[in-house]
């Protein structure tokens, strides 16, 4: 191993999303089970059913 070493490396970036937004959760900042519009204005989604 020397400084020209190439590594894989995988996405991180879900994995850290993933556990700030659990982490938020467990705070009661968020709840998983509320619209996302709810939280950031988004008008074309306030009234999709999915």
């Known amino acids: 191993m020397d400084d020209q070493s190439i590594f894989e490396a ?25 619209p996302l519009y709810r939280y950031l204005s988004f008008p074309e989604l306030e009234y999709d059913r999915r």
């Open 10 to 34: 995988a996405s991180l970036s879900k994995p850290l999303f993933a556990f700030f937004v659990m982490k938020s959760v467990e705070e009661g900042l968020l709840d998983l089970d509320k």
